[in-house]
């Protein structure tokens, strides 16, 4: 990370991406030798522009996603949000099909499910999961490089998100979600896709169940029925996550991140920081120095 950053960092697309869709296919041997610029950023913690897919068809990569550390053997699918931060720590002779899209060229569908099934762990594949997903790959791979075709840009964008489409049906089928969806989990749904967008300005469950036109026992009683946390445990966990994210990755002041996260009063975010965690705001940033 650089050293003076007031932001996380942001990896953009070239401008020679496609209009919002990067597609490639890589193959790594060792993380020492490899002095490649692309390869250099994707080792510093960042976000990216758009939802990216990762297809490790080989080797084992050692991976960070918001402050967890994940080892992923070939083959497994890995999906990140643009809001998530995520870095390569290592790997060992590593082939990758990897598509970055932005959301407008996703299918609006799409985009709901994914804001719903995010964040999620990598997933192993099985065999004939695999061949599907490399076959569609290579598909999509090869219509992004027919740039003198006048339907280029329709013909990828297309392609691009029917493999987002088959990448989807696997997080929804490993989470066991159905047509048949409880009550009780939709409701959830709602809650955290409502405290996606608000948890810097609204705090309380009450706001949260009146945005939803229900009563706050029923929303509390819904989201621990399905997740086994009160609503008031994950609101806090989201502006913890939030936190670190700001606090290891840039160099705002722990004052600048209370306002930012919607705390006027410093000295109340910096207690319930120390509480959440068992650290001060400080002592964790000291952390990435270590």
Known sequence: MSKHN???????????????????KIYINSFNENK???????????????????IVEEGTVLIEIDFKKYTITA???????????HRILNFTNTTVCSLSIKNENLNPEYIKLLEEIAPTEPLPLTTEIHIDLSTTFSLCLHFSKQKSNRMHHLILKDSCNTLVALIISLFLSQAKCSNKQSRDEFITKSFKNNLEENYASVKRPADYATRLNISTHYLNQSVKKTTGLPVSQHIQDRIILEAKRLLHHTDKSVKEIAVLLGYEDYSYFSRLF?????MSALSFRSKRHG
């Open 6 to 24: 007031k932001n996380i960092p942001t990896n953009s697309m070239a401008d020679d991406f496609s209009q919002g869709i990067s597609i490639d």
């Open 36 to 54: 490649d610029e692309h390869f250099h950023e994707a080792t510093q913690s960042h976000r990216d522009e758009g939802h990216t897919f990762h």
């Open 75 to 85: 083959p497994t699918i890995v999906y990140m949000h643009p809001n998530q931060v």
């Open 274 to 278: 120390s509480k959440a965690t068992g």
